[in-house]
């Protein structure tokens, strides 16, 4: 709850909209929290973890599309990823 942990962080996301460890695990994270009294939460928009030799190249559409979604979050944080 909000009282022990005041903003929770979705961790490091993959540059992809997967559920396993995309965009969208962010969002499910978030959802989840907030039903279990976590009302401030936050991750990285456009994701972290990079790595092109795997397919994970950030695309304009998933920085669009996760920067949508973090407004509605209590953190709007850009990640530069490595």
Same mark, same amino acid.
Do not use: C, M, P
């Given at each position: %709850?909000?009282?022990?942990?005041? &903003?929770?962080w979705?961790? @490091?996301?993959n /540059? @992809?909209?997967?559920l396993d460890?995309g965009?969208?695990? $962010?969002?499910? =994270?978030s959802?989840? $929290? =907030?039903?279990?009294?976590?009302t #401030?939460? !936050? #991750? @990285?928009? =456009?994701?972290?973890?990079? $790595? $092109? +030799? #795997?397919?994970? /190249?950030? %695309?304009? +559409?998933? &920085?669009?599309?996760?920067a +949508? #979604?973090? /407004?509605?979050t209590? /953190?709007?944080?850009? !990640?530069e990823?490595?």
């Amino acid at each position: %709850t909000s009282r022990y942990s005041t &903003l929770l962080w979705n961790g @490091d996301q993959n /540059v @992809d909209f997967s559920l396993d460890d995309g965009i969208r695990s $962010a969002l499910y =994270g978030s959802v989840g $929290a =907030g039903l279990n009294g976590i009302t #401030f939460s !936050h #991750f @990285d928009i =456009g994701g972290y973890t990079t $790595a $092109a +030799e #795997f397919g994970l /190249v950030r %695309t304009k +559409e998933l &920085l669009l599309r996760s920067a +949508e #979604f973090a /407004v509605f979050t209590s /953190v709007f944080r850009t !990640h530069e990823g490595r």
